[in-house]
C-alpha cells in the first residue's frame, strides 16, 4: 500500500504540472494537425497525411516520456521530497521504479486521448489489432520512461541527462522518420535508418494497421521489454539512495 | 541509562579522504545528543551513516542491539530524519505533505489522520494545514520539515541543523518542540551551527573534528574540563604606562594583553588572585572603570579544542 501512494504520488505530481500536459497532449496533437494539414496533398486515400503522422508523431512522443521521467526523477523540486522517501521504510529501488511507472501511465493516457481525438476527429486508421497497437504504445512508454530514468541514474544530473536524451531522441527521430522518411535518399540512407528504434515501432504500427500482421509487434515488443530490463540493471547499480543526499 | 544506538569503529572514506575516523559513541534512550564540529569534521557524513542510507566502510551501528543494515526496514521504521534541505513537495499543502509521509511508514485510516492532526499541531501550522507549501515563510517550511519526520512516532530522530536560516521566533518554537518530543520519550540527535541552541537543549554533546570525536560528555562536563583558566576584563580610564610585566609576579597568571584601555587577564581558576591584581593596577596609580569575569562556555571549550569559533567554522 505505502509503495502505491509513492506511485500515485508521482502520478498527481505529473498531472499538476501544466506544462507537462500540454507537452503531452497537445504538442504532439498540434504538431499532428498542422504537418497533416500541410501536406494532406502529398499523400493518397489510402494513407492520409493524418495517419502518416498519426503513426509517426505519437511513436516520437512516445519515445520522449524519457524526458518526463528524467523531471519526475530528478527536478530539483521533486528531489527534495524524494529525499525524504529515502529514509522511510521503502525500498530505495522503488523510487525510480515508481517515476518510471508514473511516466508511463501518465503519458499512456495522454496518447490515449490525443489517439481518440485522431481517430474520432481526423480520420485516424487503426486497423484491426488496435489493442496490440496500444500495449506496443505502453510498453514504449516504459521504455523511454526506462531510458530517461536510467541516464539520470549514470549522469545524476536531470539537465543533462534532457540535454542528452534530447539529442538522442531528435536523430533516432530524423532517422526514423519521424517529419519525413529518410528511404527516399537511397539504400544506405534506408538501412541507416534501421539503426533506429523510433523506426522499428513505426514500422511496427504500420504493418500492423495496414497489412494486419503482427509479428513484427510482437518483436518490436520484446526487444523493448528487453531494453527496459537493461534500463532497470544500469540503474540498480548506478543508483543508490545515498544519491538522494 | 539503555543504550538506544551504540556506534563502534564508525569509518567512511571518500576516494583518500577520510572523513570518519574510527569512532566510537553510544546514544542513550530519551536523551538529546548534540553533534558539534566545523565544517569537514564528519558529522553529516556521521548522520548519514546513522540514517542506514549511507554505506560505512568499517564499523557497526547497532539500534536496540540489532545491526541496522541487517534490520534496515524495521530501523527506518522507528527513524525520524529532518535533512537540512526543506524536503518537501511545494504543490501540496501542509496536511498532504505530512499525510504522504506518515503513511510511508504504515499508518493508515483514522490513525494516519490523528498523527497528521498531532503532527500540524505541534508545528503550530494548523492554521495554515490547507495552504501550498511554497506560500510559507522559511520558519514555517522548517517547522513542517520537522512535523513530516516525526508524524509517524518515531522512537529516534535526527535533526541535521533544523534551524538554519530562520527568524528567532520560529526557532524558539522548534527548540521548545524538541523539549516536547523529548519529554513524549523520543531519543535526539541535533547538529547545529548555534552554540546557543546546545547549551539550551542539550544532555550532552559530541565534538568532532578531522573525522574524530576530540570531546564527549554534558555541556557541564566539557566546561569543567577546559575551566581550568579565567579571564578578567578590567577597564582602565586612560591606560598610562601601565607595566604588563609586573602582573606575571603574581601567582596563577597566564597571560596579560592590553588593547585600548582594556586590559585582560588570563589566570588559573583556582589560584584567588584577584586581591593582587587589583593591588597592583592601584600600585601602578590606574583607574579601574569596570571588571568584568569571562566564565568558560560551550564556545570557549569548542574554540578551545578546534582552534575555531562554530559559526566562523560554518
Known amino acids: 500500500m505505502r509503495y502505491l501512494r509513492v506511485l500515485y504520488l508521482d502520478i498527481k505530481n505529473l498531472v499538476m504540472n501544466l506544462a507537462w500536459v500540454f507537452y503531452a497532449v497537445f504538442f504532439p496533437l498540434l504538431l499532428i494537425i498542422i504537418l497533416g494539414y500541410l501536406t494532406r496533398f502529398d499523400y493518397g486515400t489510402r494513407i492520409q497525411s493524418y495517419d502518416y503522422y498519426g503513426v509517426t508523431l505519437i511513436v516520437f512522443s512516445v519515445f520522449n516520456t524519457g524526458t518526463i521521467a528524467a523531471n519526475s526523477f530528478m527536478e530539483e523540486k521533486i528531489k527534495m521530497g524524494n529525499m525524504r522517501i529515502v529514509f522511510s521504510p521503502i525500498h530505495a529501488s522503488w523510487i525510480y521504479i515508481s517515476k518510471i511507472i508514473a511516466s508511463a501511465i501518465f503519458d499512456f493516457i495522454c496518447h490515449f486521448i490525443v489517439l481518440g481525438i485522431l481517430v474520432y476527429g481526423f480520420r485516424f486508421q487503426i486497423g484491426q489489432n488496435p489493442e496490440w497497437l496500444l500495449f506496443l504504445m505502453l510498453v514504449g512508454e516504459i521504455f523511454g520512461a526506462a531510458v530517461g530514468v536510467c541516464l539520470c541514474c549514470v549522469l545524476k544530473s536531470e539537465s543533462v541527462c534532457n540535454q542528452i536524451l534530447s539529442l538522442i531522441i531528435q536523430l533516432a527521430a530524423t532517422l526514423g522518420g519521424v517529419f519525413f522518411s529518410l528511404d527516399r535518399f537511397g539504400d544506405m540512407f534506408m538501412k541507416l535508418s534501421y539503426m533506429s528504434p523510433i523506426k522499428w515501432m513505426i514500422q511496427s504500427c504500420f504493418l500492423c494497421i495496414y497489412d494486419h500482421q503482427l509479428r513484427p509487434i510482437y518483436l518490436c515488443i520484446m526487444s523493448l521489454i528487453i531494453g527496459i530490463g537493461l534500463c532497470l540493471m544500469i540503474c540498480q547499480k548506478t543508483w543508490h539512495g545515498e544519491d538522494c543526499l | ?314
Open chain 2, 1 to 314: 541509562m539503555k543504550k538506544i544506538l551504540e556506534i563502534s569503529q564508525l569509518t567512511k572514506s571518500f576516494d583518500k579522504n577520510c572523513a570518519v575516523n574510527h569512532i566510537d559513541f553510544s546514544i542513550y534512550e530519551g536523551e538529546i545528543l548534540c553533534l558539534l564540529g566545523p565544517n569537514g569534521a564528519g558529522k553529516s557524513t556521521t548522520i548519514h551513516m546513522l540514517s542506514g542510507i549511507m554505506k560505512k566502510d568499517t564499523g557497526t551501528i547497532a539500534f536496540m542491539q540489532q545491526d541496522i543494515q541487517s534490520h534496515l526496514r524495521q530501523y527506518q521504521q522507528a527513524l525520524g530524519f529532518v535533512p537540512q534541505d526543506i524536503a518537501l513537495y511545494e504543490d501540496l499543502t501542509a496536511w498532504q505533505n505530512i499525510h504522504f509521509f506518515a503513511s510511508l511508514y504504515g499508518l493508515k485510516g483514522e490513525v494516519l489522520n490523528q498523527a497528521v492532526y498531532d503532527a500540524i499541531t505541534f508545528a503550530g501550522l494548523m492554521d495554515r494545514k490547507y495552504d501550498k507549501v511554497k506560500t510559507f515563510s522559511g520558519g514555517m517550511k522548517r517547522r513542517l520539515n520537522i512535523a513530516c519526520a516525526i508524524a509517524h512516532h518515531p522512537k529516534f530522530v535526527i535533526m541535521d541543523e533544523p534551524t538554519v536560516g530562520i527568524d528567532p521566533q520560529s526557532r524558539n518554537h522548534i527548540l521548545s518542540s524538541i523539549k516536547q518530543l523529548q519529554a513524549e520519550g523520543m531519543t535526539v540527535l541535533y547538529t547545529t551551527h548555534y552554540m546557543e541552541e546546545v547549551e539550551e537543549i542539550s544532555d550532552r554533546i559530541i565534538i568532532m573534528d578531522h573525522g574524530e570525536i576530540i570531546a564527549e560528555g554534558t555541556k557541564e562536563q566539557l566546561k569543567a574540563n577546559i575551566a581550568k583558566e579565567c579571564q578578567y576584563i578590567i577597564h582602565i580610564d586612560h591606560i598610562e604606562n601601565l607595566d604588563l610585566d609586573e602582573f606575571y609576579k603574581i601567582a596563577g597568571i597566564q597571560k596579560v594583553m592590553q588593547d585600548k584601555n582594556e586590559l585582560q587577564v588570563t589566570t588559573l581558576k583556582d589560584i584567588e588572585n584577584l586581591n593582587s591584581i587589583i593591588e597592583e593596577l592601584m600600585r601602578q596609580k590606574q583607574h579601574i572603570q569596570k571588571l568584568t569575569t569571562n566564565e568558560t562556555n560551550l564556545e570557549t571549550v569548542f574554540l578551545k579544542l578546534t582552534g575555531r569559533r562554530l559559526r566562523d567554522s560554518i
